[in-house]
């Protein structure tokens, strides 16, 4: 069973910069793909980025391209989501998910497990 703990979220200014950090335990998820989802209050939870096993292909949501970037390290078991040019829009509860397959997908639903979230909350 794989436990994800995300941490490094907290209050920031528009325009500045957060990393999120998202370490796994209980297995090796190197050959898993991974990905960031978010919810803000009263939305559902959206795709934000998302990585395949070995960090060759990511996806972004439109929101964020150019701005968030998703990285792992497979040695720490661990994967980041880098947040530059934070906007109030970007306020919401961030989540980490993997997959038992190799390669990312968009979709919520095809994600087997979940952290508990991490809050971002961006003032104007």
């Known amino acids: 069973q794989v436990q994800l703990v995300e941490s490094g979220g907290g209050l920031v200014q528009a325009g500045g910069s957060l990393r999120l950090s998202c370490a796994a335990s209980g297995r090796t998820v190197s050959t898993n793909a991974m990905g960031w989802f978010r919810q803000a209050p009263g939305k559902e939870r959206e795709f934000v980025a998302a990585?395949?096993?070995?960090?060759?292909?990511?996806y972004y949501a439109d929101s964020v391209k150019g701005r968030f970037t998703i990285s792992r390290d497979n040695a720490k078991n661990t994967v980041y989501l880098q947040m530059n040019s934070l906007k109030p829009e970007d306020t919401a509860v961030y989540y980490c998910?993997?997959?038992?397959?190799?390669?990312?997908?968009?979709?919520?639903?095809?994600?087997?497990?979940w952290g508990q979230g991490t809050q971002v909350t961006v003032s104007s």
């Open positions: 990585i395949g096993w070995s960090g060759g292909f990511t």
């Open positions: 998910a993997g997959r038992s397959r190799s390669w990312a997908t968009m979709t919520l639903s095809e994600y087997d497990y």
